[in-house]
């Protein structure tokens, strides 16, 4: 009986273990597609300390991990599928490209009727809209030498149901869209949003398509993006840990209900955010 109850305890010790493993990892998942995450091990490269990658002119996220440099590339989601150049830049000045395949990634198409001046915004919104794509833009493209976030396999920022996910290609009045840049998560206004990784706040503001949002940099180029939210509890240059609160679901900007959008910036590029969610 004492052995059986040993075996049992030792059995769920291995599990609790495998659970724990499954969660914590430092690299998000590899999808190579448009839209993915391309994570490339540079073993075979004499890539050492000092040394960079750079994939369509911007630094990329460069992680060691287990005694092996690990590079990971965010692909754009209008990238064409075939080979894609990054490059090595040695501390001695060599240059070494850094050549990786993309398959194709056929993402859903979705149909939305919406008020009329959000799809065509008067003169003096178009303005205000210009000032707000330089702000967003700037805070995407953030970059960090230090990585702020050990852990990329993410738990949720809010509790609630996927809804429009990542890459869906969109017609509003059935007028092509930008495809979807983010995964959107319903739930009902109040909802705490959570941190899901630590990072510092580098910009805050009501936007006139995206309303109330945040920005997170977690360093090495990885950035959140948080939109839509009913109330900002944070301010820019306030440090956050994973699970720190930064408000709440709103629905605010241009939505059809309350949800968070939550979108993944890598390397300046959108990624998918279900690639950093750690699997349950
Ligand atoms: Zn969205």
């Known amino acids: 009986m004492l052995r059986v109850y040993i075996l049992l305890l030792a059995a769920g010790l ?8 499954a969660e914590a990892s430092p690299l998000p998942r590899h999808q190579p597609v448009p839209g993915g995450v391309a994570v490339i091990g540079l073993g075979d490269t004499g890539f050492g300390q000092g040394d960079l990658v750079r994939f369509n ?11 092996e440099w690990t590079a990971v590339i965010g692909i754009p989601l209008s990238a064409t599928p075939g080979e894609l150049q990054a490059e090595i830049r040695h501390r001695d000045g060599r240059r070494q490209p850094l050549g990786f395949e993309i398959r194709d990634k056929q993402y859903e198409e979705s149909r939305l009727t919406v008020e009329r001046e959000m799809v065509h915004p008067g003169e003096e919104a178009l303005r205000r809209i210009g ?3 330089q ?5 995407l493209q953030t970059w960090t030498d230090a990585p702020q976030a050990w852990n ?16 869906l290609r969109r017609f509003f009045n059935d007028e092509p ?6 995964l959107d998560i319903a739930a009902s206004v109040g909802t705490p949003i959570v941190a899901p ?15 109330k949002s945040v920005f997170i940099d977690h360093g090495q180029g990885l950035v959140t993006m948080y939109c839509h939210m009913d109330s900002i509890d944070v301010s820019v240059g306030d440090r956050v840990e994973t699970g720190s609160p930064i ?13 968070l959008h939550w979108s993944v910036s890598l390397n300046g590029t959108m990624v998918d955010p279900d690639l950093f969610l750690a699997r349950p």
């Not at 291995?14 to 493993?21: F, G, I, P, V």
């Not at 990329?152 to 890459?167: K, N, Q």
């Open 152 to 167: 990329l396999a993410f738990p949720y920022p809010v509790e609630g149901r996927r809804t429009s996910p990542f890459g």
């Open 135 to 139: 702000r967003i833009r700037s805070a």
């Open 197 to 211: 990784a630590p990072g510092r706040v580098v910009e805050t503001g009501d936007f006139y398509f995206n309303g």
């Open 14 to 21: 291995m599990l609790a273990n495998t659970l724990m493993a």
């Open 177 to 182: 869209r930008r495809p979807h840049s983010g």
């Open 57 to 67: 002119d911007r630094p990329v996220m460069v992680r060691e991990v287990d005694g």
């Open 247 to 259: 408000g709440t679901v709103g629905a605010t900007g241009r939505v059809t209900g309350p949800h």
């Open 131 to 133: 000032r707000e794509t």
